[in-house]
Each structure stands twice: as C-alpha cells, then as structure tokens.
C-alpha cells in the first residue's frame, strides 16, 4: 500500500474516532455511570453503548463542556490525513492542540460566574484546578491575559493561522465605532455667513 492510501485509511479512522466520541458526548446522561448515580441505567441510554457512556462521561468529568472540542479537533486531523495536506511540524501542531483545548477550559471555568459545581460543570476537573491555581498567583485579571494570550499562540501554533487580518480588521471596526460614538459630543465650527457688498456703494441720501 502506498503512502497516499495509508493517509486516506488513517483520515476515514479518525473520522470514525471523531463521530464515536461526538455520539458518546451529545447522548452523555449522568443515569448511565455509577460515579453519577447510586443506580445507573442498565442497558446505557448512550448512542454508543456502554463504552460510549464511559467515554462520554470521563470526558466530561474532565473537560467540562470543553469536551466537544476533541471530536471537532480529531475530525479536522483525519480531513488533513485524508486529503494529505502537508503535516509538517505535526508534533507541534499537535502540543499546539492541546494547549489550546486547555486553554480554552480554564478560560471557561474561570469566566463562568457562579459556584464551583457550575465551573466544574463548564470546564471539568481540570479547567477547574487550572483557574483556581492561577486565580490564586495571577488574579482574576491577570489570569484572563495569560490564558488568552496562550489560547492566541496555540491557536496560531495549531491551526496554522495568521491573526493580523482580523485585529486590523477590529481596529478599524473600533475606530469607526468610536468616531461615531462621539460625533454628537463634538464641536464642529459653524459656517461663516459671507455678505455680499453691491460695488459702487451708493451716495447717501441724508446729505
């Protein structure tokens, strides 16, 4: 077998991987798993079965609703293998990945407002831990630049992308926006009314 069919047998793997993980996660139900529920479902209400509801539900403990990134991301990988894009720099690409699938829980966690069972429920166990541990250091502020600026260059990392089009894109968005805000507050100088003068003036009257 040739090179360009094994990619096209690795993309069709992983687009199977993707879709079993997406079934897993969008049928997930907390009756199906005994670290839920003192009574689980037997048979599991999950599409996928009982190691559906084990992914599914491992998954979610862990990344929240973060979680429905994976299946997005490792369809995205198998289109590339199938296709045969150039996988150059994969191994950072793939760190790259990670990072911003992180990245992106904590965030979630630490911008949902609530208590910690509603955090947990957006980013997981581990978006939790990581929020909290930075919150402790960085702050709630300082937390938020570092977690987007490392989204930002994973996000460039893994997929490849150049940002420079949309920030200036929002700058001049923000520009107009801004200039339009204050249009009413600003002064603008009023017309000079000039009057005509008839040429030659006439005598006067009075005289």
Known sequence: MN???WKQ????????V???LFLS????????????????????????????AVMGGGLIFLFGWTAFLIPTMV???GGLKFFGKDQKFFSIRLWGGVALFLSTASLLSLLTFGSEPTRFKVGGLLGLF???????????PGSVGVLSAVFLICLILSANLRLDPLFLFLFRLFRKGGSSLAA???RRPKPKVR????????PDQSV
């Open 3 to 5: 090179e360009d069919r």
């Open 9 to 16: 047998v690795e993309g069709i793997f992983l687009f199977s």
């Open 18 to 20: 993707s879709l079993l």
């Open 25 to 52: 996660l969008a049928s997930f139900s907390p009756s199906d798993l005994s670290l839920y529920t003192s009574s689980p479902q037997h048979p599991p209400l999950n599409w996928a079965g009982p190691i559906g």
């Open 75 to 77: 369809g995205v990988w």
């Open 130 to 140: 990581i929020s909290d541990f930075l919150r402790k250091y960085l702050r709630t």
């Open 184 to 186: 009413p507050f600003v």
């Open 195 to 202: 009057i005509q003068r008839e040429w030659p003036p006439e």
